[in-house]
């Protein structure tokens, strides 16, 4: 068990640019999710899979984000058009089927957009 | 509609104890509570499912009030290990896998 990765790390972009994040789930979790959190809050959800199915988006996002995972394996999380107020730790996290089944954190990537 | 958190810091002496708060204005089907420290990941505690349930490991405990729709956490005997930011993530009864996070609670275990 290697646990969730995520690359980058950490991402300094200017406002207007595109950028694309990508995460490695425990390889056995069908369901990863993403999360951003800003500094000193909470993880605020963003959106989540099963397999490769998009099965939940909060209303709260904006159209400029869109995830993928192809093969429901990894997944991507590009913000297109990003803005000062996109700067954020942006979470990974993977768990089993099931509800209520623990998730499981990646590292992050944390966004800086000058 | 993020469940509060209470206290928002606490600090503690060495092997003094804690309660953290987490109530939600809907109803629960589950509660999360996670650690995180400074720079890292939310590392999962324990997850509590039923109402009036309790579970613990070394010396950190929880429990669940459906029906207040509220959890608390117990810290006792605190290590110096235990300091950082704890979060409860609620999960909703008429709502998908989505965790909802609180604001966090930190502890600070000085020597």
């Known amino acids: 068990d290697t646990g969730v990765s995520q690359d980058p790390r950490h991402k300094i972009t200017k406002r207007g640019q595109n950028v694309t994040f990508r995460c490695d789930p425990i390889s056995e979790h069908n369901r990863l ?3 951003r959190q800003t500094l000193g809050q909470g993880p605020e959800f963003l959106t989540y899979f099963q397999n490769e199915a998009q099965l939940e988006k909060s209303r709260l996002l ?3 984000f869109s995830a993928e995972r ?3 394996s990894f997944s991507t999380l590009e913000i297109q058009r990003t803005e000062q107020g996109d700067s954020a ?3 990974c996290a993977s768990s089993r089927t099931g509800r209520s089944s623990p998730q499981y954190f990646g590292p992050g990537t944390r966004l800086t957009v000058l | 509609q993020q469940p509060v958190q209470s206290p928002q810091a606490v600090i503690l002496r060495e ?3 804690a309660v953290i708060n987490c109530s939600s204005s809907k109803a629960l089907y589950s509660v999360h509570w996670y650690r995180q420290k400074h720079g890292e990941a939310p590392v999962f505690l324990m997850i509590l499912l039923k109402g009036g349930e309790q579970k613990g490991h070394d010396k950190i405990s929880a429990s669940f009030n459906e029906k207040k729709q509220q959890s608390s956490l117990y810290l006792t005997a605190s290590q110096l290990s235990y300091s950082g930011t704890y979060f409860c993530g609620t999960e909703w009864k008429d709502a998908g896998n989505m965790l ?3 604001g966090g609670t930190r502890l600070m275990v000085k020597p």
């Open chain 1, 33 to 35: 999710y993403w999360y």
């Open chain 1, 62 to 64: 904006s159209d400029r």
């Open chain 1, 70 to 72: 192809p093969k429901g």
């Open chain 1, 89 to 91: 730790m942006y979470l």
């Open chain 2, 15 to 17: 092997g003094e104890d």
């Open chain 2, 100 to 102: 909802t996070f609180g």
